[in-house]
């Protein structure tokens, strides 16, 4: 069924809010020609993960029916790694041969530009290798009799499209350009990704942080049903329990020492805090910094030293407080041993915080070692820790000194 602008721009920013399974679901029904015509409207960072979720004979279908290419296109995206400037490729519009006379390009472009955005002409050699770019100011003020060789910047930047989004944004940062070329390893161009897209995927990504912490899927959005969200969050939840349990066995393997003083208990929550806290301190700082590329190779251990020496020293100021407000609790109960409390509360504190600073920074490190993405979850791993830890210090002192 033949769909009008109104209505075809209306599925498009319907479908933009859901994730791609949730995506493919609402523009199934739709003829392949209404799809094609939605996913280009949407681009290729979109577009992609939305036609890979289709069977692959209607993705076939599909691609064939966008304007210009464009499906085929992203089709061939699909071999690149996750998370790749490949992934983002469009054709380059318009590409010359450097001896191409200006007038003979401009006379070209007049009709190209009418049916793609054109930002840059790309010249290539007969081999394919980027040899320059022309920007339309160039192509204005040049001699219409002049090459394009002559006109061009020469040696352009361009990216690769192995490189992974995150380096890429530091490559393209400080240049801002509208579009950048991509080119294979020997230099030969391939296609060109906008800038525009970039920053809306690492936008993305960023956003999707904060929700991976806690076991929420970077798919999820607001549009998610009910149904979906509850299959990406409860096997987190699940996990989530199981790492509660394992928390609290360990402070039932000192239940003994809590019935015998009660003054025990009321600090558990306060130690847990606190701890908590110092090692998501260090989790976001880690993550900000794997997210912009910043952790240099082999600074891995220079890093987690640092958020151990943080913890050190926060813990030991936080620690003072704690060990006076224990005492002075110990005090009001006229418990005999309140000095040796306050040290084993200075000490736990100091000692809980200490390792987590360390683990802030070792678990979102140990999770990009092992092939998974470092924010999954973090948070949940990295409060089992927090809790086993200063828990298990906190009343191991206690019932071997007291």
Request: aromatic share 6%.
């Amino acid at each position: 069924m033949p769909i009008n602008t109104p209505e075809l721009d209306a599925l498009t920013e319907e479908v933009r809010s859901l994730d791609a399974v949730g995506a493919r679901d609402r523009l199934s029904a739709h003829e392949d020609d209404v799809i094609g015509q939605v996913l280009v409207l949407l681009g290729p960072g979109h577009a992609l993960p939305i036609l890979e979720r289709f069977e692959p004979e209607r993705r076939v279908h599909i691609a064939a029916e966008t304007a210009a290419g464009q499906g085929e296109e992203w089709l061939q995206c699909s071999t690149f790694p996750e998370h790749s400037v490949g992934r983002l490729l469009e054709r380059a519009p318009a590409v010359f041969r450097p001896h191409t006379l200006v007038r003979d390009a401009v006379r070209v472009l007049r009709h190209a530009v009418k049916q793609r955005l054109i930002t840059y002409v790309f010249v290539t050699e007969h081999s394919g290798t980027l040899v320059g770019v022309v920007t339309f100011r160039e192509l204005l003020f040049a001699e219409q009799e002049a090459t394009l060789a002559d006109v061009m910047v020469k040696q352009p930047f361009y990216l690769q499209p192995e490189t992974d989004l995150t380096a890429a944004m530091k490559q393209v940062v400080i240049r801002h350009f509208p579009a950048y070329p991509v080119c294979d390893g020997e230099g030969r161009l391939l296609g060109m990704v906008r800038g525009q897209v970039l920053f809306e995927q690492q936008a993305f990504e960023i956003s999707a942080q904060a929700g991976s912490m806690v076991g929420v899927e970077k798919e999820e959005r607001l549009a998610t049903p009910w149904r979906r969200a509850l299959r990406f969050r409860h096997p987190w939840l699940q996990l989530n329990l199981f790492t509660a349990f394992v928390a609290a066995a360990v402070v039932g393997t000192f239940q003994d020492a809590i019935d015998r003083m009660v003054l025990l208990a009321v600090f558990l929550p306060v130690l847990s805090g606190q701890c908590s806290n110092t090692g998501c301190q260090a989790l976001a700082v880690t993550l900000r910094g794997l997210t912009l590329g910043e952790l240099k190779k082999g600074s891995e251990w220079t890093l987690v030293g640092k958020e151990a020496l943080l913890g050190l020293i926060n813990g030991a100021l936080v620690g003072i407080l704690s060990a006076a407000v224990m005492y002075g609790l110990a005090a009001l109960q006229d418990h005999p041993q309140g000095n040796m409390l306050a040290l084993i509360t200075f000490i736990a504190m100091t000692g809980s915080c200490v390792i987590s600073g360390a683990a802030g920074a070792v678990v979102p490190l140990t999770l990009r070692r092992l092939g998974t993405d470092p924010a999954t979850a973090s948070s949940i791993f990295l409060t089992t820790a927090t809790d086993v830890v200063s828990m298990g210090l906190f009343l191991g002192l206690a019932q071997l000194m007291i």
